[in-house]
């Protein structure tokens, strides 16, 4: 047997690949030499224990960095954006390929004019496209801080701008309807006019109100739109050649109520309905606004609470759960904690669809 | 056991031979199996902004791609892709690795904290993880980099020797000193209250 290790401290071990290597990521063979090593009897099998119980610490202690959280849409956004640039950089070859018989610098003046044709072109279309095709002169606020930017808008309205986010509009807003042009994200508090919609054009999804306050999140590198709902109601629909259609009908288009969102599919465009990650309370007159304390209250009467604050459908079986009560005081627990009680309560569960709640199952023996 | 060959994963070498080919797919779940792995090694070194560590794993996979016709199978594609995105997001922030310096004066503990302060930061932890993660902290960054490298992304000495701009021996020594600050802190307290426990 080799005594390569004798005389091995702990920290001796710990630096040195075979050990680490064994104790992360084990194969038949370390297994094999290490446990035919410590049958040898070493008299420094204190120091490897320890190692081991060091190496556990080590490695728990670094468990919030093993642990960094990244969510799955970022990386599927990310792969996206990729694989966009790298298919730029198969017409910038093309173009390399084309004008092979000229002069090497003519070539370079080539593929800067190839990558910047592919800007304009892939990058930012949309947006561009539509602020292109204003006839009169508009405005445009871009923000390039790192901190939101609030813009007031000719109206009164007001947009609070996200960074590297841009929002513009013609001369004439605010004489026949109020439309603006967003790339990014934005939240908007618009006043109140019945007679000049309120329009946001955002990657090909159109969002009009009345008068509300929302948020339209679309930027160019994203494969989805989402439209969110704080208060009132907005129809968001996509984008048709014939602008006179808007708000005629509700084709293609949803109708939001607060705490819903709907997110556009830029790539099967489509939408579909969901509620907001986390919904808020509504502003209600204080007299309406249900206090969340309950004693021996049926459960009926608990979901019908929660319906009129979040201004959210529930959907339950309402034989099964009758005669069921509920005490416990929710005052405090956001939406998803108060159902979570609830159904906790009456063994049930729920699962939220087309911006509803459904509760399945559920007793009370 | 030191002639035992580093066992990398044979899968990886297969994708990358076939990324290097042209094939997208292979390429893509390249990109699948170490994003993770990039983005927290990145979001490690630097305090700026998440969004760019994003970027800068943007370049490096888009360089990848651009450059394929031109490169080799790397031994270990993971320790490839953590040292292309440091050289990247080095590069972008203008920094260089402070390897012409030596070791003890990059490493020198100028702003070492006393036992008493540790102490005070540890009363108000709640969990072993927690008194851990606050003892790692206290140790110098290239210190906590190496343990991150060696312990988590399981690379080897001469491996997080490249990553660091120093020899193989250096990496080992910078991991030698934290080891030996940490046992001092979570062993020897461990030991006595064991020994008082089992007096």
Redesign the interface.
């Known amino acids: 047997m ?1 005594t ?2 004798s005389g091995y401290t ?2 001796d071990f ?2 040195d ?2 050990f ?2 064994h104790q ?2 084990p ?1 038949k ?2 297994h094999d ?2 446990q035919a ?1 410590l049958e040898t009897k070493p008299e420094n099998r204190g120091e490897w224990e ?1 190692a081991v ?3 556990d ?10 642990s ?1 959280y ?1 969510p799955e849409t ?2 599927a956004e ?2 996206e ?3 966009l ?2 298919s730029g ?1 198969k017409e910038t070859r093309n173009l390399k390929v084309n004008f092979r018989w000229l002069a090497a610098a003519s070539i370079v003046i080539a593929l800067v004019a190839g990558s910047m044709l592919w800007k304009r072109s892939g990058v930012s279309s949309d947006y561009q496209a539509h602020v292109s095709g204003l006839e009169s002169a508009f405005t445009e606020k871009v923000n390039t801080t ?1 901190k939101t930017q609030l813009i007031h808008l000719p109206d009164g309205s007001t947009a609070e701008l996200l960074p590297n986010s841009k929002i513009s509009y013609a001369h004439d807003f605010n004489t026949t309807n109020r439309r603006v042009f967003l790339s990014g994200e934005a939240s908007f508090e618009v006043v109140k006019n019945v007679r000049k919609p309120f329009l946001v054009y955002a990657n090909k999804v159109v969002t009009k109100v009345l008068g509300t306050k929302f948020i339209v999140r679309a930027y160019e590198t994203e494969t989805d739109v989402k439209v969110n709902v704080q208060s009132g109601q907005v129809s968001v629909y996509r984008e048709s050649a014939d602008d006179t259609k808007i708000g005629k009908t509700l084709h293609n288009g949803l109708l939001l109520l607060p705490n819903q969102q709907a997110v556009f599919s830029r790539k099967s465009e489509e939408f579909s309905k969901t509620l907001v990650e986390e919904p808020e309370i509504l502003t209600l007159p204080a007299a309406d606004k249900p206090v969340f304390v309950y004693d021996e209250i049926s459960i009926s009467k608990v979901f019908e609470d929660i319906e009129k604050a979040y201004g959210i459908t529930i959907r339950y079986n309402k034989e099964s759960l009758e005669g069921c009560q509920l005490s416990a005081s929710l005052n405090h627990e956001s939406f998803d904690e108060k159902l979570e009680i609830i159904c906790k309560t009456v063994k049930a569960t729920y699962q939220k669809f087309d911006g509803q709640i459904i509760i399945n199952g559920g007793s009370c023996e | ?2 002639d ?1 060959e ?2 990398y994963p044979k899968e990886d070498q297969k994708l990358w031979l076939a990324f290097l080919s042209g094939d ?1 797919e292979s390429y ?1 779940q390249l ?2 199996l170490y ?2 792995h990039m ?2 090694y990145g ?2 070194l630097v305090t700026t ?1 998440d969004a760019f560590v ?1 970027d800068c ?2 370049d490096v ?2 360089e990848l ?2 450059k394929r016709s031109r490169l080799s199978v790397p031994d270990n594609v993971k320790y490839y892709l953590l040292k292309a995105l440091k050289t990247r997001i080095m590069h972008l922030l203008g920094r260089k690795e402070r390897s012409f310096k030596p070791l003890s004066d990059v490493d020198f503990e100028i702003f070492e904290p006393n036992d008493l302060e540790i102490l005070e930061e540890l009363d108000s932890a709640n969990s ?2 927690e008194r ?2 606050i ?2 902290a206290q140790l110098p960054n290239r210190q906590q980099e190496a ?2 490298l ?3 992304e ?1 690379l ?2 001469t491996e997080i020797g490249n990553v660091l701009e120093v020899n193989t021996q250096s990496a ?1 020594n910078l ?2 000193r934290a ?2 600050k ?2 001092g802190w ?2 020897l307290p461990f030991i006595n209250f064991f020994y008082i426990f089992l007096a």
């Open positions: 080799k390569v290790y702990s920290s710990l630096t690949d075979s680490i290597g992360l990521l194969t063979t370390s030499f290490w090593w320890q119980f060091l190496l610490a080590i490695r728990l202690g670094l468990n919030d960095y093993a960094t990244l970022v990386i990310l792969l954006k990729i694989k640039t790298n950089q790192s | 056991m030191k035992v580093n066992s997208e893509t990109y699948k994003i993770r983005y927290r979001t490690s902004s994003l794993i943007h996979f888009t791609w651009a072993r993880q851990l993660k003892l790692i343990l991150k060696r312990f988590i399981n080897n000495y080992k991991v030698f080891i030996e940490l046992r979570i062993v």
